[in-house]
């Protein structure tokens, strides 16, 4: 569980605009091009979101403060500040800035024009980027809209609209202020393509839980992203789930195929692209048929422009399809292959979303739509109740609501549990004190000394924290209760 502390900060915040002039610890530049909020962080990092809720027949403004306060090994410790309340987390560096910034490589929805935005006074020319989810037989739809400022990873606003049978909720954020705006560069914007890569070799036997990601700009704008996860291996057939809920089962060469060329066409020339892998020297192929299971090229009027790489593997694919006189392409890029042995690490705390949605490594289960809990405060003054309403790849769309205030906040999965939940790192931290029933719950009781403040967590055999006991000399002791818990990958 967070812990909570009242306390009064003072956080120094710059306002900030993409596109004309920015402000950065009080100096006035001009904006460079491609500007963007770098992927690594450092402590003192900060950004204020401005929060609005409306639905149910109440609404809601608040504004929220992001502050990372120490770095170390990819993991970002950092208060969540609203008001007054002070909460501390910690998280993945992309789990920490996934508020505040999105490349357009990984966003999933289709582009429907642009917009200027009003920020600190000043114009933002933004690209707004929209998605649809309908959540199983729930009845539940989810819309979720990003601006996204043009030529920057930057999210400026975001709307997520969740409709139902009882009604329609609307949870708006906007990027108010940060310090982090000239601390990186557009991971799409290529480098200088005269000094390629020469990426690691690929290895060829198969592994359950390798997968192949690209990345998609559809021919009207959209963005998606196809992935292809192995779950089972029998022989020479295995199972892969694609797109995280569709399961195919194929042979050990059906699945190379997805990222490898071995035609016998001759290349018709060569080109240094930049990829997720750096700049890559490729042999452009294009062959008059094709297939494989990300797409295929059998109709008349339809192409396919390959480059490929060291290793056979595609970097890139241009597929060319014929649709009433119309001519519509897609672009292919890889995103990531772990096959490839430089490829980036998923636990590194890189880029690389995991591939199964919901999956937390740091808690060790997997989290679904409808997974809820509610948890109780010292003196039953109020209780919140968290449900997960929709998942977005590796975020979380959850509906918090306590009384008669409700929010909709997307956040990463563990965030959602490290409320709930302890990990056996975390418990080696404590001195086990016995055991104790909660609420009809048998739990191991453990006790943490951190000078004058004591803390004691009772935990059951899942790793759920059922109560949560603060205690420090001349304050009054601060208690959680969890009221109830529903995990579906409990």
Request: hydrophobic share 30%; with cysteine; glycine share 10%.
């Amino acid at each position: 569980m967070a812990s909570v502390k009242a306390v009064a900060v003072l956080i120094a915040v710059v306002i900030v605009a993409a596109g004309v002039i920015i402000v950065l610890n009080d100096r006035d530049e001009d904006a460079p091009s491609g500007v963007a909020i770098g992927a690594q962080v450092s402590p003192g990092d900060t950004y204020t979101l401005e929060e609005m809720y409306s639905g149910a027949g109440t609404s809601s403004e608040s504004k929220v403060t992001y502050t990372a306060q120490s770095v170390e090994d990819g993991m970002v410790t950092y208060t969540k500040t609203t008001g007054d309340v002070i909460t501390t987390h910690t998280g993945t560096t992309d789990e920490f800035l996934m508020n505040v910034t999105n490349s357009y490589s990984d966003w999933e929805g289709r582009n429907t024009g642009s917009e200027i935005l009003i920020v600190g006074g000043q114009e933002v020319l933004c690209d707004i980027f929209v998605d649809n989810e309908y959540v199983g037989n729930s009845g539940v739809n989810i819309t979720t809209k990003e601006w996204i400022g043009q030529g920057t990873n930057i999210i400026y606003k975001t709307e997520i609209v969740v409709e139902t049978g009882s009604g329609t909720e609307v949870f708006t954020t906007t990027l108010m202020d940060t310090n982090m705006i000239d601390q990186g560069t557009v991971p799409e914007v290529p480098t200088d393509p005269s000094d390629p890569a020469s990426p690691g070799g690929l290895r060829d036997d198969l592994q359950v839980g390798d997968y192949v990601k690209y990345s998609v700009i559809e021919h009207d704008g959209g963005r998606d992203t196809e992935v292809f996860e192995i779950v089972a291996i029998n022989g020479t057939y295995i199972t892969v789930l694609e797109d995280y809920d569709d399961q195919e089962r194929m042979t050990s060469e059906g699945f190379k195929a997805i990222y490898t060329y071995t035609g016998t066409d001759s290349p018709t020339g060569s080109e240094t692209i930049s990829t997720a892998y750096g700049n890559v020297q490729c042999s452009i192929y294009e062959p008059a048929f094709y297939w494989s299971e990300l797409f295929e090229v059998d109709d008349y009027g339809d192409s396919v422009k390959l480059w490929v790489g060291p290793d056979s593997v595609i970097y890139k694919a241009e597929v060319t399809e014929r649709d009433d006189g119309r001519y519509e392409t897609d672009v292919y890029s890889l995103a990531s292959l772990t096959l490839l042995s430089d490829a980036p690490s998923v636990d590194g705390g890189s880029t690389v979303d995991p591939v199964t949605p919901g999956a937390s490594t740091t808690y060790g289960i997997t989290v679904g739509v409808g997974d809820t809990y509610t948890i109780m405060d010292d003196d039953d003054r109020y209780s919140e109740t968290s449900e997960i309403i929709g998942i977005e790849g590796n975020r979380l769309i959850v509906r918090e609501t306590q009384g008669s205030h409700v929010e909709i906040e997307r956040m990463s999965v563990n965030d959602f549990l490290e409320e709930v939940m302890v990990t056996d790192n975390e418990l080696s931290r404590y001195t086990a004190s016995g055991t104790e029933s909660v609420d009809g719950v048998l739990c191991n009781k453990y006790v943490k000394q951190d000078g004058h403040e004591t803390e004691t967590i009772w935990v059951d055999s899942n790793n759920i924290v059922w109560k949560e006991l603060d205690q420090e000399p001349g304050d009054r002791d601060e208690v959680k209760t969890l009221v109830s818990v529903s995990l579906s990958g409990l």
